[in-house]
């Protein structure tokens, strides 16, 4: 199992160019999430997905679009990049559905930088 | 509004010492905790978690954490740290329906 993978490893924008980033789990996990993370400030969520067809903000969504495309996977789109959003970008994804309790599975992430 | 506060942003230690790293919850309900680890360049990965019963929880990598709900405390501890264990540290938890929240990180550093 691969686990959680995430494309790309690694991106430079410039302001006001978009992107996608991808995210896929193998596990057959019903929740998938997408965080941002940066010095000093720990994970912040952006956007998650309790289960297939639903998706829901976080604690920092503006600036950001999401897709449950389907149950393996689940996309973070940046529609128009600010460098405030220069950030390492984690998709995590746990197995029950609004299960407080639940472990969270994280990819390896994403280095991206807005010029 | 739920909170974790991890105060120690980086804990230096030599090899084969004792650390302890130190984490408090602000929640007025019952909570679930987590330690996770990233080691450089990668995701995060659980150490371990409480749910519920005995207090004393027990990890990977021969780590430990006691729950003290009357301090609010989440102490993370090993007895002795090897340089393998150089990794950032999160505390994190849930409650009340909420999303699970994280600390800012604690960096261990561990030196010869």
């Known amino acids: 199992n691969a686990g959680v993978t995430q494309t790309p490893k690694f991106q430079v924008l410039k302001t006001g160019q978009s992107m996608t980033l991808q995210c896929a789990q193998d596990?057959?996990?019903?929740?998938m999430y997408w965080y941002r993370q940066d010095p000093g400030m720990g994970l912040r969520l952006i956007y998650y997905?309790?289960?297939?067809?639903?998706?829901d903000k976080g604690e920092v969504p503006n600036g950001y679009n999401v897709s449950r495309l389907n149950k393996r996977e689940f996309s973070l789109r940046l529609e128009s990049a600010a460098p405030s959003q220069t950030s390492v970008y984690f998709c995590?994804?746990?197995?029950?559905?609004?299960?407080?309790?639940?472990?969270?599975?994280f990819g390896p992430g994403t280095r991206l930088t807005v010029l | 509004a739920q909170s974790v506060t991890q105060l120690d942003s980086q804990v230096p230690v030599f090899e084969e010492a004792p650390v302890e790293l130190r984490c408090n919850y602000s929640?007025?309900?019952?909570?679930?905790l987590f330690w996770y680890v990233q080691y450089p360049n990668q995701g995060l990965q659980l150490l371990l978690k409480?749910?519920?019963?005995?207090?004393l929880v027990k990890g990977i990598n021969g780590f430990e954490a006691e729950f003290n709900k009357s301090q609010t405390s989440f102490h993370l501890r090993k007895p002795s740290v090897h340089i393998s264990d150089t990794a950032e540290y999160f505390c994190?938890?849930?409650?009340?329906?909420?999303?699970?929240?994280f600390g800012t990180g604690t960096q261990l550093k561990v030196e010869l």
């Open positions: 596990m057959n996990h019903n929740s």
């Open positions: 929640s007025s309900v019952s909570v679930y």
């Open positions: 997905s309790a289960s297939e067809g639903t998706t």
């Open positions: 409480y749910l519920s019963g005995s207090t």
């Open positions: 994190a938890f849930t409650g009340g329906g909420n999303k699970l929240t």
């Open positions: 995590a994804s746990s197995e029950a559905v609004e299960w407080e309790g639940d472990t969270q599975y």
